[in-house]
């Protein structure tokens, strides 16, 4: 069946009435035995929350009932404060003796046909009724529920008297097809128990839901207005108990209503009523309706594991022994699975639960493990613990990414964390500062395959964002190959024997005395590869036939999201042999740095003194430069640029001095700075750039603020220890001195308003995207491309006849086109 | 002011309109109806220019740097 559409409505007192199962009246919810009131607000007919006790109304039990409504008869009427917004705009466009429409007829045929919205009603009401000519009042709304008309107080009752006089054919006019009086209650529907089911606390206690708490709050008023009443109580006790009512019934619908206190618990507790139990990220529609709990599933801090494979990942054993799998009992594996099940619950690799064939589910306990084992027949199927090998998702959140949610094969292991390779750790976007990652399970044997053939590590090494690998080698992994590929580098064989077998134990040997590095690296390579690419220095590497003849391995050559021999490989060989290449590279890296160790120091920033002169010179320079220009621009003899203004014109120039002198410094850097293990790094492309250690070793430079040298704080000065009006470099943000140093506390203070311009534009830019990327995949998610190749909705309407106009795999695209010759080659 | 022909533009791909028989192919193709298409207002300059009416179905031939040519198929709706 289709649902065609969904209409949204009041509900009438009569319907309250009609599906009610109970007549709340009294204020007491148990008698002396601690039974429910008949008649009180946890009236047995209204449902079930007690286990074993059968519906008064249904029949059914705890799972089957769901409980039925009751009503409450107010002693005055109320209005609906969600509502009054609505009772106060027809209060405005309606009569307050005949209850016609203000707008003249005249007008209304001007209208006909249009859908006015309730603003240009309001604007087109007339002062005097059209009709029956009475001079309508001054109407004035104090939010959130009252009404004032002149000097007097509309109260409820006068509303719905207005309300009801509303004819049929004037409320078609402005649109509202319910009648407008349900919007001032009269019945106020009593929700099931198991809405607001009570619990029994350790004690014997019983707590009851804020719910019901509020809704005693509004039986006891209501009878004690109704006691008044009878009594014939004067007037203003009645009002001020009316007030209160409504008071009671507004917090009840929502209790964040502002200009009205917050009605609270004896404890001083808001309390959470209606509208909070519907609003916000962890309300009804958020929380529970647009996002559930997942069974299946385990959440744990992620730590880094180089001895675990790329696809694996580190599942601890208490983990472990409470994720299972179902498995089908048979011929095959009945021996096995009996084991699992003797093993028990408690003790990995065991099991949970068996079901049985007809569908009954049973624990596995020390004080059964025995006779469930005996009972096992083909038929049954046995929850077990998570095993090794099994295919489990692996998510890191924001999943921003299909790599963000990829599989892998599971390891169990001690301890408590989840263990991951390292190199996965670009697409996840993960680091060990604490990170937290989730881990499902799939159940069924198709989920398992669809996991393994869509979803696995080694499918995602290419990237469909820019076709290449998003899987690399990192920090450390680079420096360590950059060291060992480098020219005159050799290992004798004890050294090589040793690195080679920590990686691999079935690759052979080569039979010679030394290795240089580069050769050693070679073994690990495909032996028909050959391949030439600039290095990230720029320089020529060369592979020809399975052997680095030439160059350094670096981050351009096996880098996450650059690696073009990953590349190759990938292409060439395939993801798995890729995957293997990954992970032997880096543990290549690893092994040979551990043979001398790798560290850095502050001294490897240490410039030598020429250095330090070259560098002084160079400021000088700039300070001069800068002085001139600015001595010409009071004179105004600066020669303007093409399109600016002189003072648009002098700041272009002094940055461009600023730029070409911190150029020049970095110059002097490279020239200068001998081989060091922070300069390997950097070489590499593992981590850190020139301009780090320029800033640290020699010079900050220019700190800018939105793209401007520093010219704000006080007035036409940068700080109040400087002249008004100083244009010199030192007043307008430029550091001089590098990071080790140190720099003056006004050059600090600059830096310190750049970074925090740096960091404010980051958060800002992240949230920005986020939120961008949210409502992208919010327009996008139903998308789905059909088996004919046409892009489709929810409603099956065709987005695209062919998926981004092409059909190409964006991840099996190539940048440079075919290159025949070297296919020919290889064929 | 001089009157521009917009189909003469690079940027504007070839807009044609399907007959009857093409249509009815085209949804056959696709099993589809007419609302399930892609839809384009009567008065968009394209279509004033070839005089499509709301209902027709418009044939676009996109030239793609990937695909060579890619089709694309819209209904015309009123605007």
Known sequence: MKVERIEFGIVSPEMVKGMSAAKITKTELYDQEGYPIEGGLMDPRLGVIDPGVRCRTCGGNMGECFGHFGFLELTRPVTHVHYSKIVFALLKVFCRKCSRILVDPRDMEKVKGRKLSFKEFVT??????????????????????????????????????????????????????????????????????????????????????????????????????????DLGAPDFIIEDLWELLQYHISTYFDNELSGVPPARHRSGRVLKTLSQRLKTKEGRFRGNLAGKRVNFSARTVI??????????????????????????????????????????SENWPGANYVIRPDGRRKKITDMNKEEISNELTPGYVVERHLQDNDIVLFNRQPSLHRMSLMGHRVRVMPFKTFRMNLSVTTPYNADFDGDEMNLHVPQTEEAKVEAENLMM??????????????????????????????????????????????????????????????????LFLPKDLSLEFKSNSGELVVIENGKLVKGVVDKVAMGAESGKLIDKIEKLYGSEVAKKFIYNSARLAIEFLMKGGFSISISDQDLPDAARKEIAEIIEKIRKDVDDINRQYEKGELKLLVGRSPKESLNHMIKTVLRNGLNDVQKVLERHIKDNP??????????????????????????????????????????????????????????SRGFKDGVTPFEFFFDAINSRESLMDKSLKTRHSGYMERRLVGALQDLKVEYDGTVRDSANRIIEFSPGEDGLDPSKIEKVGVDVRTIAKRI | MKEIDITKNDLVPKHTLLNDGEKLELFNQYEITLRQLPRILVNDPVVQNIGGKVGDVVKVVRKSPTAGEALYYRVIVRG
Not at chain 1, 310 to 337: C, F, Q, W, Y
Not at chain 1, 678 to 699: D, E, F, I, P, Y
Request: hydrophobic share 35%; glycine share 6%; charged share 30%.
């Open chain 1, 124 to 229: 087109l009401s007339k002062k005097k009724c059209p009709y029956c000519n009475t001079e309508q009042k001054k109407l004035k709304m104090i939010k959130p529920y009252t009404f004032i008309e002149g000097a007097d107080t509309l109260n409820a009752a006068v509303v719905r008297e207005r309300l009801e006089k509303i004819t049929e054919e004037d409320l078609t006019l402005i649109g509202i097809k319910a009648r407008p009086e349900w919007l001032v209650l009269t019945l106020l529907p009593i929700p099931p128990v198991t809405v607001r089911p009570s619990i029994t606390l350790e004690t014997g206690e019983r707590s009851e839901d804020d719910l019901t708490h509020k809704l005693v709050d509004i039986v006891r008023i209501n009878d004690r207005l109704k006691e008044n009443i």
């Open chain 1, 303 to 344: 730590s880094p594991d180089p001895k675990i494979d790329l696809d694996e990942v580190g599942v601890p054993k208490v983990i472990a022994k409470e994720l299972t799998v179902p498995v089908r009992v048979n011929e095959t594996n009945i021996e096995n699975v009996k084991k699992l099940v003797l093993n028990g």
């Open chain 1, 457 to 522: 590590v080694p499918k995602h090494i290419r990237s469909p964002r820019f076709s290449g690998p998003i899987i690399g080698v990192i920090r450390d992994h680079i420096t360590g190959l950059y060291l060992l590929t480098k020219d005159d580098v050799k290992l004798s064989r004890k050294e090589f024997t040793q690195i080679i077998r920590s990686i691999d134990t079935t690759i052979e040997m080569p039979d010679k005395e030394t290795l240089t590095g580069k050769e050693l690296f070679s």
């Open chain 1, 678 to 735: 922070t300069l390997a790094m950097v070489k590499s492309g593992a981590r850190g750039s020139l301009v780090n250690m320029v800033q640290t070793a020699a010079m900050v430079g220019q700190e800018m603020v939105m793209g401007e040298r520093i010219e704000r704080g006080y007035y036409q000065r940068t700080f109040p220890h400087f002249k008004k009006g100083t244009v010199s470099l030192e007043a307008t943000g430029f550091v």
